[in-house]
């Protein structure tokens, strides 16, 4: 029997560059931010990853363009930064 594919799951690699990557663990820990709240975005299609068995994983870039394009809302952290 096929296994279907879970349409939750959203992983692009497309801007993901080898010399860059790091896992959304060591992201969290760089930028300040938990990493529930990185899963969140990647599902949202806000930060682009992808998922290698059980770990996702990004670049310092892709971060780099999310922390600069967030928006002033809510509980907006200041400390954050590019």
Do not use: C
């Not at 296994?3 to 860059?20: A, E, H, M």
């Amino acid at each position: 029997m096929a296994r279907k594919s879970n349409p939750k799951k959203k992983s692009t690699s497309s801007s993901l560059t080898i010399g860059d990557l790091i896992s959304l663990a060591d992201a969290a820990k760089i930028y300040g931010f938990d990493q529930d709240y990185l899963r969140q975005l990647i599902h949202k299609g806000r930060l682009q990853a992808q998922k290698i068995g059980r770990n996702w994983i990004t670049s310092r870039s892709e971060m780099e363009k999310y922390v600069t394009s967030r928006k002033k809302t809510g509980n907006y952290r200041d400390d954050i930064t590019a």
